[in-house]
């Protein structure tokens, strides 16, 4: 695992990491957690990344989710730039690379990120917990559709499916992540199977929805 400066460490973990206690929790440490450690894997896939650059585009990239998730892509970036503490650590050009690839991690962008280090932090941010997907799809069913049926939930969680993981979909992978191309075959086969789907959600969010 590559070398991370400690004193970066200190104050993300000091002064960053305490915000993430604002997001959903989707969006909390856990994940960034997972983000940072398959970054800073998935870097020895390029030639010449700087370590600690992936470091802190991985541990700022969802620092704004709480304000405002559809541009929380942007917002965090904005937050890592204006960090006073962190710009000790990096270049000005280093720091613009690094807010670029906080900009371009989202899935559903439509543009290829401008870097490796995007490539990198966006890949990293894929899931690969299909129960995950299943608790978080539903959870936000649950509070913005709440009129929603049984069915109507499960549908709505099938198309989410489909559009972000589906052959086509917009979850886009730039690196070689074999726990991701593993995580696609088990979507699509249960894309594939209605009842399956349904018996796997069901299994996952606790039954019928009332």
């Not at 941010?125 to 509070?143: N, Q």
Request: hydrophobic share 35%; net charge negative.
């Amino acid at each position: 695992m590559a070398q991370i400066n400690p004193e970066l460490i200190r104050h993300v973990e000091t002064n960053v990491f305490p915000l993430y206690s604002k997001n959903d929790e989707g969006h909390r440490l856990d994940h960034i957690g997972y983000v940072i450690r398959r970054s800073l894997l998935f870097m020895d896939q390029f030639e010449g990344m700087n370590a600690d650059m992936v470091y802190a585009a991985a541990a700022y990239h969802d620092l704004a989710h709480h304000i405002d998730k559809n541009r929380h892509e942007l917002l965090s970036a904005e937050m890592f730039y204006a960090d006073e503490g962190a710009k000790r650590f990096f270049t000005d050009e280093q720091r613009q690379v690094i807010r670029e690839a906080i900009e371009d991690h989202r899935a559903s962008s439509d543009s290829v990120p401008r870097s490796d280090y995007g490539k990198v932090i966006s890949s990293a941010d894929r899931s690969t917990d299909i129960d995950e997907f299943f608790r978080r799809t539903h959870a936000y069913t649950l509070k913005h559709f709440p009129g929603c049926t049984w069915e109507q939930t499960l549908d709505r969680c099938c198309r989410h499916m489909q559009d972000k993981y589906g052959a086509g979909g917009y979850a886009k992978s730039y690196v070689d992540d074999r726990e991701y191309a593993l995580f696609l075959d088990t979507i699509r086969s249960l894309l594939a199977d209605r009842e399956a789907f349904e018996e796997k959600y069901r299994s996952v969010v606790g039954g019928e929805r009332r």
